[in-house]
């Protein structure tokens, strides 16, 4: 059964610094790994995705994430963090079985300090 | 484009009433499936339907039903509310098995006094 591991359940970045927020995930078989973001109020809306093509996968705003398999991770990042970036941030994993559960971790929440 | 619908948005019930979420997708996708969401524990599976005429359960699906009408709709049933119902729910759709996103409702804040 897969699961996946957020690291941090609140994660506070000044405005300009890095952001990284991480995942791990667990998987028997090879997975395919999704990053989420949502906004207060809202419904979650895709980030980026990894479907064993390229490891460092770009996604929307200026978000990337790196696939390890080694260290089965997933990580986060973004250069340069933005006040419009605080927010959730949801990791979810699949697999590519036929059995079709998508599974998230238990999020984090990025806080901008200005 | 509705993308995915989700009624009623705001819900209160009594504990043992009875109600059912509805969802509906326009986007013709496969798999759709129902999220709860608290607080510290992320988004849980609670069931979900790979193509029209199968269901399968999550991770907690206890205290809940769940009706692949068609291919557009999938609706989450409560028989008897309880106060540990209380949350948000998410409804979503996804268009390939095992590659493709989820596409979400905006949710369904349900509480149970």
């Known amino acids: 059964a897969q699961s996946v591991t957020q690291l941090g359940s609140h994660v506070s970045v000044s405005e300009g610094a890095l952001v990284l927020l991480r995942c791990n995930y667990s998987s028997s078989v090879p997975p395919y790994l999704f990053w989420y973001v949502q906004y207060p109020n809202q419904g979650l809306q895709l980030l980026l995705k990894y479907t064993s093509a390229a490891t460092l996968v770009k996604g929307i705003n200026g978000f990337e994430a790196e696939f390890k398999k080694s260290e089965t991770s997933f990580h986060l990042t973004k250069p340069s963090a933005h006040m419009s970036d605080a927010a959730e941030y949801f990791c979810a994993v699949s697999n590519m079985n036929r059995d079709d559960k998508i599974i998230f971790g238990k999020g984090t929440r990025l806080h901008i300090l200005p | 484009n509705a993308g995915v619908t989700q009624t009623p948005k705001f819900q209160v019930l009594k504990t043992g009433q009875s109600m059912t979420l509805q969802c509906a997708q326009d986007m013709n996708h496969n798999s759709m499936y129902w999220y709860r969401q608290d607080p510290g524990m992320g988004l849980r599976l609670i069931y979900y339907?790979?193509?029209?005429?199968?269901?399968d359960k999550g991770e907690v699906p206890n205290g809940y039903n769940v009706s692949r009408l068609n291919k557009r709709e999938f609706s989450l049933r409560l028989e008897s509310a309880a106060p540990s119902q209380t949350s948000v729910y998410f409804c979503a759709s996804r268009a390939l098995l095992g590659t493709g996103e989820l596409f979400f409702g905006e949710g369904s804040r349900l509480t149970v006094l």
């Open positions: 339907s790979a193509s029209e005429g199968t269901t």
